[in-house]
């Protein structure tokens, strides 16, 4: 009986945890415990000032190769030249194709990792080492190497347990729909109000000459 | 009857040029730039021109063709556009490639492959036989003038 009720506090923790549990309180604060998760999980995936003319959604899937290249060799000057020179805001939204077998648990990873601050960080390792992992979708390993233990056992358990880590990935295909995207990467340019969807892998030569344009307007 | 086929002939293809263009030109410059790099022949700096004009160019065909004038020299105009486009995708199929064509605006399932080749082809004959065509009705005798009794 004594064993029993040492172990009654780590039962309750426990079922305290699952989602079943989270989902049961009245209405109202659930709405408001999701849109706060939403919330904090879609801030870490914008960079750039929020008064900049121009924003540009990229969205991406992190099993794409077209993707993993516009990450690692457009992406750094668009972010050099344009983002933190306050003329573009820059909003990831994930993209994950269901012909890609480990692209959702590679977005919840990334998402996970944004939760405790090292959004960045991850999302460059996941796409870097993206030949690394496609086969096999040991996506752990490769994501262990970028942060400290204590990080990863963070991420570990979010990816395992969070079940409001995939509600941003929701809310982006819905808005990917609205914007008509049918391949990754796509940009959508969003500038006086206008949403213009380029689909493909562009040169960032081109690209800047495009936004150049744009802030001359 | 044959006169009949080359007007059918001449207003199918000036169909084809004016939504393709009207495709690309309702469109950002940028989409359009992005399928002609997918194809890795045209140098960078002249990405940005080529996607602005072409869908222009093509515009201006496709009203050529319709107005029926110089049918024989914009009908080999036509073919030539498209024949150099055909010629490209070949050369970008040969080499594994599988670029995003863009003919009739972004996302129009126009991936490069033996379906998309036999339209094409099929879009060059009828250029051809357009042109050919016009060189034909040109060629063809043409009725003499009535004579007129002089002093009448």
Redesign the interface.
Known sequence: MKSFLLLLPVAVILVAQTPLVAQTPAAAPKKAVIQKAALTQTNFKESGSPSAPITVELYTDYECPACREFYLSTLPLLTNDFVKTGKVRLLHRDYPLPQHQFTKLATRYANAAGQIGKYDVVAHQIFESQPDWDQNGNIDVQVAKVLSPAEMEKVRNLVKTDSNLDDSVAKDQAMGAQDRLNQTPTLVIVYKGKRETIGGLLSYTILKSYLDKKLEQ | MRRWLNIAARLILAAIFLVAAYAKIKE????F???I??FKLVP??Y??PMAIWLPRCELALGIALLSGIAVRWFGLIATLLLATFVGAAARAYAMGLTP?CGCFG??GGDMLGPKWFAEHGAMVLLGLAVSFGGFAAERAPKPAPELVPVGD
Request: glycine content about 6%; overall charge negative.
């Open positions: 950002p410059w940028l989409q730039a992005v399928s790099d997918s960078e700096k990405l940005e995003d972004a996302g």
